[in-house]
């Protein structure tokens, strides 16, 4: 059977074939506005850094400087050191998806060499890059030098706080003038990461919730990390 076609008709098969072929070359090495947007607002999975021993044990919603963010615990599976001040891996998400921070409090990483400063702002730029690039283009560093945190760790059937300790790279963003931070681990893998925290210079302490230190939450009273109050 054969089609007849108009002038007027075979025309507009062209354009309409042109505007299809066009675009599709124009577009090889242009990034698409959703995917632009998709990069900027969506922060990678931080799965990886979830130590395979744990367990989530809890989840909230909770403030960080007046905005809502959500609190995720995890503790290990075979129940060691459990509870507040004991080993755990715990993140803050804001509700857009951004990652605001995370922390690995583990006694595997205990008592073992760590990298030099130069490794430890190398590894933090490369976490930078992939889960918070916005903070690259403005970022100051402040110092890098080793940062303790406690652990409490049952030995011999008594209670003991050993120290774990990391190369902390703390650093600005001249954007908007806030803080941020990477501590990275003796395995040479980022163990802390907190972001936008505000400081007040005078007298002179940090404003912004400690929602991932054990000891913050210890004095503020807040319970809630075990597996019964879930979330």
């Known amino acids: 059977m054969r089609v007849h076609l108009s002038f007027s008709s075979l025309l507009a098969a062209l354009v309409m074939q042109t505007a299809w072929v066009v675009p599709a070359q124009a577009q090889q090495n242009v990034p698409s506005l959703t995917e632009s947007a998709m990069s900027?607002?969506?922060?990678?999975?931080?799965?990886?850094?979830?130590?395979?021993?744990?367990?989530?044990?809890?989840?909230?919603?909770?403030?960080?400087?007046?905005?809502?963010?959500?609190?995720?615990?995890?503790?290990?599976?075979?129940?060691?050191?459990?509870?507040?001040?004991?080993?755990?891996?715990?993140?803050?998400?804001?509700?857009?998806?951004?990652?605001?921070?995370?922390?690995?409090?583990?006694?595997?990483?205990?008592?073992?060499?760590?990298?030099?400063?130069?490794?430890?702002?190398?590894?933090?730029?490369?976490?930078?890059?992939?889960?918070?690039?916005?903070?690259?283009?403005?970022?100051?560093?402040?110092?890098?030098?080793k940062h303790d945190e406690p652990i409490r760790v049952e030995r011999n059937g008594r209670m003991e706080t050993v120290t774990l300790t990391g190369m902390k790279v703390k650093a600005r963003n001249l954007e908007d003038r806030l803080w941020f931070w990477v501590i990275v681990g003796p395995d040479g893998q980022p163990m802390v990461f907190e972001r936008d925290i505000t400081w007040i210079t005078f007298p002179g302490h940090r404003q912004t919730e400690k929602w991932l230190h054990d000891s913050w939450l210890k004095k503020q009273g807040k319970e809630g990390v075990n597996s019964s109050k879930l979330g």
């Open 40 to 145: 900027t607002l969506i922060t990678p999975s931080i799965d990886a850094f979830i130590p395979e021993t744990h367990a989530q044990v809890m989840s909230r919603q909770v403030s960080a400087d007046g905005q809502a963010v959500v609190l995720t615990r995890y503790e290990r599976k075979d129940g060691r050191n459990a509870g507040l001040e004991g080993e755990h891996f715990s993140s803050v998400m804001a509700e857009s998806g951004r990652l605001k921070g995370f922390a690995n409090i583990s006694l595997d990483l205990v008592d073992r060499p760590l990298p030099d400063s130069q490794r430890s702002e190398e590894i933090a730029r490369a976490f930078l890059q992939q889960y918070a690039p916005d903070l690259l283009p403005r970022m100051e560093i402040h110092w890098i030098d």
